[in-house]
């Protein structure tokens, strides 16, 4: 058993930065998921653990062994690679073996070891078979047992799924899930399907063009992206972001600009602190920001309620869809403000209609702050009950001034 | 009543057969006729000096006397076993460079498109030249003599192409650095169809460069090398020209191959039944020896073709056996 850690680890490739240095830390036993598009360095973050790349930058750890320089052969890590890299010229007792075989232990040691590992993963029947006579799920298997043999503290998965097709990727993931169980090993997983990271790991590390943009559990980052970047990547379909001013001394955030449909919104609670900060340093673009709801937040859409009857942190938008799509029992509508490009998702059964203005019913726990330069969400108050705190009163974090460009 | 009809098949074999029609005769003319042609002369006693064509070679008929005659010829036999001792050392240690250059390539090297620049130039020198070439460097007064006297003073005295022993010692080196980078080109690309990624998970297992090699690069390289190993025995077996050019053969038989010794037959004594004989045994001899070789070959490469089905795609595989 062991942890993994990462300092500052970063990657180079003459003037390219395939990594940025980054920090991470794995603790003992965790699963955790490398979430990123292709290109992302995520591959390139596994195989610096791996041993495979050298690092440009920083110190990896296994534990409290420093591991940086030593050679792949001996970091002793399970590595499960994208198509298995099984060697089809051997037994597939020949392939769960070779990790002893190499080390030299003895043949009545490889034998139980082997047959152990064999039932672990339902292979006994197979042993003797050519190891290019399994179907896909044999080989992911032997894959995994033929890492999994040599005990390694940390196992590493290079997108292990991507090769299935999608019902038979179903039941590997629960399968993988059971399987890091019952080894309790610490599991590095690369994957770009976030549905797979978001119900296997433990904690996932969101990266994005060589650098880490998010480290959490798949809750906190689905509940509290720190970026727009992850905002947008996780969940689909994904969140609708819009350009917002802040308007009224930082009390109400206004979207859409002169354009029709084009309201305000009240600053959520948790962001009050974060805006009257913003507003109090001052600065050309203090007051630009970013909004965000995901499309499932959105509640409604109901009509002729009146203004302000949904009690306290509840807002409502009217706007008009353009387009209304139906898939399975979800019903997406599409609604455009100022050139930006919205989506909610309501449940079937909810009448939508084209070209009728409905109205956009939303929790302000449902509502996320961006900076618009650095695409950072604003610091807020952790997410608990919704505080009571009535609008227009000074945040915890001094009076709001009048700043209004 | 119908016409008796041709299968599509039947019908593709005939206008096949009638394209290589053109081509089998031309076989005939280049092949078929003057191996006929030999094995007549071969049951003979004729020669040109008789003063008469081929044809009436028949008027001095002996069966199979040639063949007896070969069967006892010491000379022959001599030339025989300097060409096997000449295979048997020189291949090998191709083979083994040859292996040795190629596993430094794939293991990656500096400079390479350079070096592989140089480890290629030997085999593009014509033999006839490369064998003038050390004709000249194995001089008593060459340039090697000359490197050798930097640490070892008597070297200069070395006579290497007329000492018996150190002349079949240069002709050696000479073939070495004339068929290595054939070797080497061969074996690596052998070594190059290993897939990288089992090499990498063989490693990640734990496994250094001998196991590597042993257990993944060499089982899958083995068709490529009883190529290579089959290629060089056979074209070495016939060596000639470098020989040619840079011993003649000497000093006496010292470094006479068999095909040196067959044109010595041929264009000295005229003993053109005899080499026709001769060259018939070895013929026969040599393609049953390559014949199963080949056998082999493909045999394992039979075995690789199992292993290629094997690496298909694995989302073009059904997820269940």
Known sequence: ?405 | MSEPTLSLADERLTLANRFLLPTQLLLVFIVAFPLLMQLYVSMTWWTPLDGESWIQAWRSWNWFDNFRYLAVDSDLWAAIWRTVLFVVIAVPIQFLLGLFLATMFVEGVRGRPVLYSIVLMPMMVVPAVAGYIFFLVFQQQGPLNALLATFWPEASNLNWLSDVDRAFVAVIIADVWQWTPLMFLLLYAGLMAVPEDQLRAARILGAGWWHRFRYIALPRMKTVMIIALALRTIECFKIFDMLYVMTGGGPGVATESLSLYLYKLTFQDLEWSYVAAIGLTVLVVLSAVAGLLINRAAKAANRDVVDAGARTPLAARPAEA
Not at chain 1, 237 to 246: D, F, G, T
Not at chain 1, 295 to 313: K, L, N, T
């Open chain 1, 1 to 405: 058993m062991s942890s993994i850690t990462l300092e500052g680890v970063g990657k180079r490739f003459g003037n390219f930065t395939a990594v940025q240095r980054m920090d991470l830390a794995v603790e003992n036993g965790e699963f955790v998921a490398i979430l990123g598009p292709s290109g992302c360095g995520k591959s390139t973050t596994m195989n610096m653990v791996a041993g495979l790349e050298s690092v440009s930058d920083g110190r990896i750890r296994f534990g409290d062994r420093d591991v940086t320089d030593e050679p792949v052969e001996r970091r002793g890590v399970g590595f499960v690679f994208q198509n298995y890299a099984i060697f089809t010229h051997m037994s597939v007792r020949r392939n769960l073996e070779f990790g002893l075989l190499v080390q030299g232990r003895p043949a009545s040691e490889r034998r139980r070891a082997v047959e152990r590992m064999a039932e672990f993963m339902e292979l006994t029947a197979r042993l003797d078979q050519n190891a290019a006579t399994l179907s896909v799920n044999e080989l992911q298997k032997l894959a995994i047992g033929r890492s999994a043999i040599v005990e390694p503290a940390i196992f590493l998965l290079d997108e292990p799924l991507s090769n299935l097709d999608a019902a038979f990727r179903e039941r590997m993931r629960s399968d993988l899930r059971q399987i890091q169980q019952r080894l309790g090993q610490t599991m590095l997983y690369v994957t770009h399907d976030q549905i797979e990271a978001m119900g296997l790991a433990d904690r996932i590390a969101v990266m994005s063009n060589g650098e880490l943009q998010q480290f959490d559990t798949p809750g906190n980052i689905y509940r509290e992206p720190a970026n727009v970047y992850v905002a947008r990547f996780i969940g689909a379909p994904s969140m609708n972001i819009l350009p917002a001013e802040l308007v009224e001394g930082g009390r109400r955030v206004r979207v859409g600009g002169n354009a029709s449909g084009a309201t305000s919104l009240e600053v959520p609670t948790r962001y009050r602190g974060a805006v009257s900060d913003r507003l109090a340093r001052g600065g050309l673009r203090s007051t630009s920001l970013l909004l965000g709801f995901r499309p499932e937040a959105v509640d409604g859409p109901s009509s002729g309620a009146e203004p302000g009857s949904d009690g306290p942190g509840v807002m409502r938008w009217s706007l008009a869809p353009t387009l209304i799509e139906t898939v399975g029992r979800r019903r997406i509508g599409h609604f455009e403000l100022a050139g930006t490009q919205l989506r909610g998702t309501w449940h079937r059964s909810v009448p939508l209609c084209a070209g009728v203005p409905v109205d956009l019913v939303l929790g302000e726990r449902n509502l996320y702050l961006f900076d618009a330069d650095d695409e950072r969400a604003l610091p807020s108050e952790p997410m608990g009950e919704p505080s009571r705190q009535l609008v227009g009163e000074p945040g915890p974090r001094g009076g709001i001034t009048g700043v209004s460009s």
